[in-house]
């Protein structure tokens, strides 16, 4: 039976903006913010500072949007290319109907967040000076044993153990195992680094794995190793990876070595090295003994001849021969003493005859009688010079006297208080003035005075 048309239940349209708007709130409510991981493409930022970019992965895509305020708080550029992480909603663009993702956060994924937490944890521990050169200690030049922190199952224990055997198989090799990859590695890496400091068996550590990547690596970039092997009190050498292979315990170990095999290489005695060494001590020594055995034998000799002339048999002739000699020379040297006593005798007695007081006596009457002469000629002679110096002086006194020039006519005028008077003016009228003349004196009074 067929319903009539008006009979039908009404139909629910849905424009095309109702759909995709209800579709997004659908989206919006049935997805928690999620973390997804993907390469970028297609990055664009235009001059809104919004970013649009494409995230995919080998099978599908997907467009995003990141808004100015969220993507300002990402701390690195996005290139096409770049692995990244982003923390986005699900949701769709109702103009075009296109699902999208709207990230709020973004961070680099894979190496290159590693690499950028690298360089951080580098830069905060070289500020520390944890990588200073003054920190670094002397590796032992002789080693008698030698500490290996790394997996006993792992190729870099085997390129070590060679080349320790072939460098010096006399040295003991101790090994601290412990994980070298993953999350555990680290702990196990440390503790392994303390329990050789706690027992101190060795005289220096090697902390080695074999190449990988970075992600491999990483737990030697993990602070907690890098101060283990700054703490050791065992210098610490590093072989980790491959040449190219940087991580923070290189920067912190006393030596980094480029592969493991060069860290056993650094660490071990060259004993081909030794051995010629050794070979030249010994060619050395055996030079140096044949000297000292010919110099020997030249000194047994010598003193050999010396004994022989200190041979108490010759010391006695020798004596004996000394004694006929000086007995046969005891007479001469008698009589030369007699004569020189008395030659002696003679010279005192010929001195005690000129010192003595009677010659003496003699001899200073007469040195008193010529001085006696002397002395009068010399008393005669100075008067007659001081009578004629007198007379000379006398004349002269006479020719620069004042008196002289009173005889004259001359006369010397002076005032109550003696003083000479040269000029009028050193009196008035009514002063008395003394006068004197060649003879006598005059008291006289000044009537007038003239100038001129």
């Excluded at 048309?5 to 919006?28: C, F, M």
């Excluded at 060679?162 to 090994?175: D, N, Q, T, W, Y």
């Excluded at 008393?379 to 020719?399: I, K, N, P, S």
Aim: aromatic content about 6%; hydrophobic content about 40%.
């Amino acid at each position: 039976m067929v319903a009539a048309l008006g009979d039908q239940p009404k139909r629910d349209i849905y424009s095309v903006s109702r759909l995709n708007r209800e579709v997004k709130w659908l989206l919006a409510d049935s997805f928690p913010r999620l973390w997804i991981e993907g390469e970028l493409s297609n990055f664009s930022r235009p001059a809104s500072g919004h970013w649009y970019f494409t995230l995919k992965d080998e099978q599908a895509q997907v467009r995003c949007a990141m808004f100015r305020r969220q993507n300002m708080t990402v701390d690195f550029v996005p290139e096409d290319g770049m692995q990244v992480l982003v923390r986005a909603k699900i949701g769709l663009y109702e103009a075009r109907g296109e699902f999208q993702l709207i990230a709020d956060a973004m961070e680099e994924a894979g190496d290159g967040a590693l690499r950028r937490a690298f360089e951080a944890l580098k830069k905060r521990l070289e500020a520390e000076g944890l990588f200073s050169p003054e920190c670094k200690r002397p590796l032992p030049s002789w080693p008698e044993r030698i500490g290996v922190v790394t997996s006993p199952s792992g190729a870099a224990i085997r390129d070590i153990l060679s080349v320790l055997k072939r460098r010096f198989p006399a040295l003991e090799v101790i090994i601290y195992p412990c994980q070298v990859q993953g999350e555990a590695a680290k702990l196990e890496i440390a503790r392994a680094i303390e329990q050789a400091n706690r027992h101190r068996h060795c005289d220096v550590l090697i902390l080695s794995r074999g190449g990988g990547s970075l992600e491999d690596l990483w737990p030697f970039n993990e602070e907690i190793v890098a101060r283990a092997v700054r703490g050791s009190q065992i210098p610490v050498v590093t072989g980790i990876g491959h040449e190219i292979d940087f991580t923070i315990a290189d920067f912190a170990a006393d030596l980094r070595a480029p592969t493991p095999s060069a860290a056993a290489e650094a660490v071990s005695p060259d004993g081909a090295a030794l051995r010629r060494h050794l070979g030249s001590l010994e060619e050395r020594l055996e030079n140096w003994m044949r000297h000292y055995l010919n110099q020997s034998r030249r000194q047994f000799q010598w003193l050999d001849q010396r004994l022989s002339r200190l041979h108490p048999a010759r010391q006695v002739e020798e004596k004996v021969q000394r004694l006929d000699e000086l007995a046969s020379r005891l007479p001469r040297a008698q009589q030369s003493i007699l004569l020189n006593f008395r030659h002696h005798l003679g010279t005192q007695a010929a001195r005690l005859d000129r010192h003595h007081p009677a010659a003496r006596l003699r001899q200073a009457s007469a040195v008193l009688g010529q001085l006696q002469g002397r002395l009068e000629q010399l008393v005669v002679h100075d008067l007659e010079t001081r009578r004629m110096r007198l007379a000379e002086l006398g004349r002269a006194l006479e020719a620069v006297s004042p008196l002289a020039t009173l005889d004259r006519g001359y006369a010397i005028v002076s005032n109550q208080k003696g003083h000479v008077l040269t000029r009028s003016g050193q009196v008035r009228p009514g002063d008395e003035i003394r006068v004197r003349l060649a003879r006598g004196r005059l008291t006289c009074e000044v009537k007038e005075v003239h100038d001129d």
